[in-house]
């Protein structure tokens, strides 16, 4: 059943079909989004809970995804903490007051979740009471490092230079910045399940730029920490790590019940990494969804095939491996989520759909070799 599907993959229990949510569903793509957000900016839109229900649920409606993820973002506690977080059209989001020192450690206040994050435990509320158990509801919060990058660099970063300074030249100050937002994000996320959240996602997004041994000392013992923490709450918790397929092991190792996978790494290849007892979500590329449908859906019967989810080995959430782009045409998204459904239970049909990078038979030549040739580009024009 829809509504079960989801949480029954992430235990690793026996499905009627694969499950499938995306990252950013509840974002730009959405026409329904885009008019809701020309009314009002995105923080009013994310500290308003009926706002904020009302985008969650938007996806669950428009593309049938088989679960719903809270609209808020990683960064409102940072906001929280005093740093003063904006959003800007151009440079993304923006930390006015930075943090570059023990004091300005030392100087970050208190958080409670329930009077500083009220207003995403009010969200949670209403969303489940308005879903009425159809798909279930992911609370998420950012990872430390992924926190931290945004609190030490000041905004989005390209080599995160300041916090491997912070992390070679002051790691007691790294550590005692770690320890605060691993605090951070566990009563955060504890206190959402409280409000209902039936599964959590960490977004480690940036974590990437780090090499193996610097995740191994300076960030593994914190997310631990986190994942350790949530185990009680009884809810699947999914690990999503960018760029993080030279060192999934240590992902792993870290904890949670799912890991997420960017589309980097063959998740075929992961899970055989990964081992039999974690689920694993992924991983196709955010851009795919740019190509021409017959395109989308060989690759999503690839998708099926490398996961397992046509043999039957339980445990494969699909998604994308990032975030869904916000050009991407709302009826590719669909073209995906239908086909994981109708393909996912019925793999003779998969076979033919699959193909060795061939779109789908009904496909006409000219858009085979438009698809073909596209590919690797990065670039498509639109067919639709
Ligand atoms: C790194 C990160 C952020 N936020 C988030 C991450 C981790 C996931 C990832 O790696 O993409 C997580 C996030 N942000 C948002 C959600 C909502 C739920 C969902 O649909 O997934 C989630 C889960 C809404 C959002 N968060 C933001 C938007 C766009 C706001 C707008 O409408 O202008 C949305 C829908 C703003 C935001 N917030 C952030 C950035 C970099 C930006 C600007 C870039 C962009 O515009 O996409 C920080």
């Avoid at 800007?88 to 409670?112: N, Q, Y």
């Avoid at 949530?230 to 918790?237: K, N």
Wanted: glycine residues 10%; neutral net charge; proline residues 7%.
């Amino acid at each position: 059943m829809r509504s079960e599907r989801f949480l029954r993959a992430c235990r690793r229990q026996p499905v009627d079909g694969a499950p499938v949510w995306l990252m950013r569903q509840a974002g730009r793509y959405l026409p329904e989004y885009r008019t809701i957000r020309s009314k009002h900016d995105f923080l009013t839109m994310a500290r308003t809970p009926e706002l904020a229900a009302q985008v969650t649920l938007l996806p669950v409606e428009r593309v049938h995804v088989d679960a719903a993820i809270l609209f808020a973002d990683i960064l409102l506690p940072l906001d929280a903490l005093g740093l003063g977080v904006a959003f800007t059209k151009e440079d993304g989001p923006a930390v006015a007051h930075p943090i570059r020192s023990d004091r300005d450690v030392a100087a970050l206040p208190p958080f409670d979740p329930h009077e500083q994050m009220g207003y995403v435990l009010e969200t949670i509320r209403v969303v489940r009471r308005e879903l009425e158990g159809k798909v279930p509801l992911i609370g998420f919060a950012g990872a430390p490092f992924t926190l931290a990058s945004y609190a030490v660099e000041g905004g989005a970063s390209r080599d995160y230079r300041r916090c491997k300074e912070m992390m070679w030249k002051a790691p007691q100050v790294w550590q005692a910045l770690m320890e605060r937002l691993a605090d951070v994000t566990l009563a955060y996320l504890r206190a959402q399940v409280e409000a209902g959240a039936q599964a959590v996602q960490i977004f480690d997004s940036w974590v990437g730029a780090l090499s193996p041994d610097d995740y191994r000392e300076h960030v593994l013992p914190h997310s631990r920490r986190v994942l350790d923490g949530l185990r009680a709450t009884g809810v699947p918790v999914i690990h999503f790590a960018v760029q993080a397929s030279g060192y999934l092991e240590l992902i792993k190792e870290a904890g949670g019940d799912v890991i997420g996978l960017d589309w980097r790494v063959d998740i075929g290849e992961a899970r055989r990494r990964l081992g039999p007892d974690v689920a694993v979500q992924g991983n196709l590329d955010p851009m795919a969804l740019l190509a021409p449908p017959p395109v989308i859906e060989a690759k999503v019967a690839r998708l099926l095939e490398r996961g397992g989810s046509l043999s039957g080995l339980p445990g494969h959430v699909v998604n994308l491996g990032h975030g869904v782009l916000p050009d991407t045409p709302v009826e590719h998204v669909i073209t995906m989520v239908e086909a994981v459904h109708r393909l996912s239970r019925n793999p003779a049909a998969t076979a033919q759909v699959k193909g060795e990078g061939r779109p789908a038979e009904r496909e006409d030549r000219t858009v085979q070799e438009e698809g073909r040739s596209g590919e690797g580009r990065g670039g498509w024009t639109r067919s639709s």
